[in-house]
C-alpha cells in the first residue's frame, strides 16, 4: 500500500492568538487534505504550535506569567478554534511536548557526534530585533534604513550547523526536483540566496533560558528554527515520512527550503516533496501585525459560518501571491457566489424538479444541442477542478468551477423551463435541462466539499443523498450517471448578508476591527548635548530621479538637490516607496553625513524618515512650499 499523504502547516508562535493569516495557512492544509482523502488516499495532517524561544519569553515576562502559562492560554484559543473550524488534523504538536524535545536533543547529538555540528566562537554583529547574526551586507542594508541601532557587537560561543557544506547537494536537490518549492518564482528566490554563498547557521544561544537546552553543555538553548522544523519529524507517524506538501508563508520559505532539507540530508534522512509557500493578507498595503493593529481576527469572520471564510480564503487568494484583505470585499464574495450563484441555482434547480417532476429526477432520453454542450462542458470542469485542486490551486478550481455555474445560469434563461412545463410535448426537453442542472449540483457538491464540508453536505442531501459526500471519492464518479432516488429536504445553502447592516456593526463593535496600534520602538537613546545634536546638518532637498538599485528590493538610488548642489543619495525605502513616486517630493536630508558605498554606489547624505520596527519607513516630508536647501533647525 502507498504510503499516506502528510501534509503539514508551520507551527504557530505562541507569542499571540490567531488571526487570519494563521487561519489561512491551516485552512489551506485543510482543504488539501480532505481533498486528498476524497481522492481515495490516507492522510497525515499535522498542525501544532512553537513555543520556545525569545519573543515568548519576553511576551510572558511582559504579563508576569511564566512562557509554559503563556503557551498553555494561547494554544488553547488555537486548539478551541481549530475544533470549532472542523480541522481534521491527526496531531496538535506541541514543541514543549517531551517527545518533541527527546527528538531534537537526540538529533542534535547526533548531527554533533557525526560533526555536522561544531561548537566555535562567533564574533560579530547581531541584531536584537530580528535575534539573529548579521552578514556584512546585511548590517550595510539596516544602516541604510537607519536602523543601526538595532545592531550590537557580540562575541559568544555557539553551536553552528556545517550548512556551508550543503551548497552545492542543496542546489542539485533544486535541480533534479523542479517542484521542491512552489511557486516557481518563490523557487528562483531561493536559488538565487543559495548560489549567493551559505554561510555556517548558529544554532544555539546562551542568552536565552526558555528553550530545549544542549545535550550536555547545558547552558546553552538549541535554537528555536532547529527546535521547530524538527516538529514535523517528531509529528510524524513512521509509516508516513517523509512529507508530501508542507505550507508554509512567504516570510519562513528560507528556512523551510535551505534550512530544513540540509538538516535532514545531514541526518540521512529523506527530503519533502513539495514546499508550498502562500503569500500574506495584506490590510491595504501593510502586512497584518499586532503591532500595526490591523489584525483581523478569526472570530469575527465565523459569524458568517466556518464554510463562507473557507470558502473566501480558497476563492480570493491565489496562492503564492499576496491579497488585500477587505470587510466588504469578503461580504460581496459570499453574496455573490454563495448566497446568489450557487445558492439560487440550487433552490431553483430543486424546486422546480419539486413542482415539475414531484421531486423525482428525470433521466434524459434526448439532448439538443444546447443541453448536449452544457453535458459535455461538465464532463470538462471535473477533471479541470481536480487537476487545478490537486495542483493546490483552489483559486483556479473554483473559478471554472463557478463559470461553469454562471453559464448554468444563461442555460436556464434560454431553456426557460417555466414555458416549456406548460406543454407536456415538451417534457423530454425539459427532462433534459432538470437533468443537467441536477448533474451539475451534484458534482458541485462533491467537488467543493473540501472546501465547504458543511454547505457541500447539505447540497447533498437536499439533491437526495443519504451518505456523506466527504466519505464518497472522486475517482470513478458517474457524472451522468442516474439519481440515488428522489430529492431531499430543500435547505437554503447560504444566507444573504446585509452589508450595509452588517459594515455598520463592524464598526460599532466594542473591539473594533482596527484598533489603536501599539507601538514597537526602542526606548529612548542616552541623551546627547546641544553641540552635539548642532553637528547635525539637516537641509531641505528635493528628488530629482529616483531609480531601483539593481539586485536590491531595498535600495534606490536617488539623485537630490539640497540647493547648494544636487547629491547621489541612495536609501532604503524601496519596500515602501516605488521610485516614481518619489519624484519632485520633498525631503529633509542629513547633509554632512560621510559618503559610504552601498552596493557599489557613493551615497552621499541620508533621507530622514519615521517608522516603528514594524511600519514602513514614512519620508519626512517639508511643507509644500519650503525650498531645496532651506536649514532644517
Ligand atoms: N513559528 C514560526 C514557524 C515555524 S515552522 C517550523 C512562525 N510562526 S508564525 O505564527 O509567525 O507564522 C505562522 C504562519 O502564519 C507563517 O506561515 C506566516 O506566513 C503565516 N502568516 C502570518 N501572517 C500572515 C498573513 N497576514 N497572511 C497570511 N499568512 C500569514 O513563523
Not at 434563461?413 to 414555458?419: D, F, R, T
Request: proline share 6%; aromatic share 10%.
Amino acid at each position: 500500500m502507498s504510503k499516506p499523504f502528510y501534509v503539514t502547516t508551520p507551527i504557530y508562535y505562541v507569542n499571540d492568538r490567531p488571526h487570519i493569516g494563521h487561519t489561512y495557512t491551516t485552512v489551506l492544509a485543510d482543504v488539501i487534505a480532505r481533498f486528498h482523502r476524497m481522492r481515495g488516499e490516507q492522510v497525515y495532517f499535522l498542525t501544532g504550535t512553537d513555543e520556545h524561544g525569545q519573543k515568548v519569553e519576553k511576551a510572558a515576562a511582559a504579563r508576569s506569567i511564566t512562557p509554559k502559562q503563556l503557551a498553555d492560554e494561547v494554544v488553547a484559543n488555537y486548539t478551541e478554534l481549530w475544533k470549532q473550524m472542523g480541522m481534521t488534523h491527526f496531531r496538535f504538536i506541541r514543541t514543549t511536548d517531551e517527545d518533541h524535545k527527546a527528538q531534537v536533543q537526540r538529533l542534535f547529538k547526533r548531527l554533533l557526534d557525526k560533526g555536522d555540528i561544531y561548537k566555535a566562537t562567533y564574533k560579530g554583529l547581531y541584531s536584537v530585533s530580528d535575534e539573529a547574526y548579521v552578514t556584512e551586507t546585511q548590517a550595510k542594508e539596516l544602516q541604510a534604513q537607519g536602523l543601526a541601532h538595532q545592531l550590537i557587537e557580540l562575541e559568544e560561543e555557539t553551536y553552528f550547523f556545517r550548512l556551508s557544506a550543503y551548497q552545492d547537494r542543496l542546489l542539485k536537490l533544486y535541480e533534479e526536483h523542479p517542484e521542491f518549492v512552489q511557486p516557481d518564482f518563490r523557487f528562483n528566490e531561493v536559488k538565487r540566496f543559495v548560489e549567493g554563498g551559505l554561510q555556517d547557521l548558529s544554532i544555539s544561544r546562551t542568552s536565552i533560558s526558555w528553550g530545549i537546552p544542549v545535550p550536555g553543555d547545558e547552558k546553552h538553548v538549541i535554537y528555536v528554527w532547529f527546535d521547530a522544523l524538527l516538529n514535523y519529524l517528531t509529528g510524524c507517524p513512521a509509516n508516513s515520512w517523509p512529507p508530501d506538501l508542507q505550507i508554509v508563508g512567504k516570510d519562513i520559505l528560507r528556512f523551510h527550503a535551505v534550512y530544513w532539507p540540509a538538516f535532514l540530508m545531514a541526518a540521512g534522512m529523506f527530503l519533502p516533496t513539495t514546499i508550498l509557500a502562500h503569500g500574506w493578507w495584506l490590510m491595504g498595503d501593510d502586512k497584518m501585525s499586532k503591532s500595526k493593529g490591523n489584525v483581523v481576527r478569526p472570530d469575527t469572520l465565523l459569524r458568517f459560518g466556518n464554510d463562507a471564510l473557507r470558502f473566501y480564503f480558497m476563492r480570493d487568494m491565489q496562492v503564492g501571491h499576496d491579497r488585500g484583505f477587505s470587510y466588504e470585499g469578503f461580504m460581496d464574495r459570499l453574496n455573490a457566489d454563495l448566497a446568489n450563484g450557487l445558492g439560487n441555482l440550487a433552490s431553483r434547480t430543486l424546486s422546480m424538479i419539486q413542482r415539475y417532476r414531484g421531486g423525482v429526477v428525470p433521466m434524459p432520453t434526448v439532448m439538443d444541442e444546447l443541453d448536449q454542450e452544457m453535458a459535455t462542458q461538465l464532463l470538462a470542469v471535473f477533471p479541470e477542478y481536480l487537476e487545478q485542486a490537486r495542483a493546490s490551486n483552489f483559486h483556479g478550481a473554483l473559478d471554472v468551477l463557478w463559470t461553469y455555474l454562471r453559464t448554468l445560469d444563461g442555460y436556464i434563461v434560454k431553456a426557460e423551463p417555466w414555458k416549456l412545463a406548460k406543454d407536456p410535448a415538451n417534457d423530454p426537453k425539459l427532462d433534459a435541462v432538470l437533468a443537467n442542472l441536477y448533474r451539475a449540483l451534484r458534482a458541485t457538491a462533491l467537488l467543493v466539499a473540501p472546501v465547504m464540508p458543511e454547505l457541500a453536505q447539505t447540497l447533498w442531501e437536499g439533491l437526495g443523498h443519504t451518505t456523506k459526500v466527504a466519505e464518497t471519492t472522486f475517482h470513478g464518479f458517474a457524472l451522468d450517471g442516474p439519481a440515488i432516488g428522489p430529492i431531499g429536504e430543500s435547505k437554503p445553502l447560504f444566507q444573504r448578508i446585509d452589508k450595509e447592516k452588517e459594515m455598520s456593526d463592524l464598526m460599532a463593535d466594542p473591539a473594533p476591527a482596527v484598533a489603536k496600534p501599539s507601538l514597537d520602538v526602542p526606548e529612548i537613546r542616552e541623551t546627547v548635548d546641544a553641540d552635539t545634536f548642532f553637528k547635525v546638518d539637516l537641509r531641505v532637498g528635493k528628488i530629482l530621479e529616483a531609480e531601483r538599485v539593481p539586485k536590491s528590493d531595498k535600495l534606490i538610488r536617488m539623485k537630490v538637490d539640497i540647493g547648494l548642489e544636487q547629491r547621489t543619495i541612495v536609501g532604503g525605502i524601496g519596500k515602501a516607496y516605488e521610485p516614481a513616486d518619489l519624484l519632485n517630493r520633498l525631503v529633509v536630508v542629513v547633509a554632512n553625513l560621510a559618503p559610504r558605498k552601498l552596493m557599489g554606489i557613493e551615497s552621499h547624505g541620508m533621507l530622514l524618515a519615521a517608522s516603528d520596527n514594524a511600519s514602513k519607513p514614512y519620508l519626512i516630508a517639508p511643507p509644500a512650499d519650503a525650498m531645496p536647501g532651506f536649514l532644517v533647525k
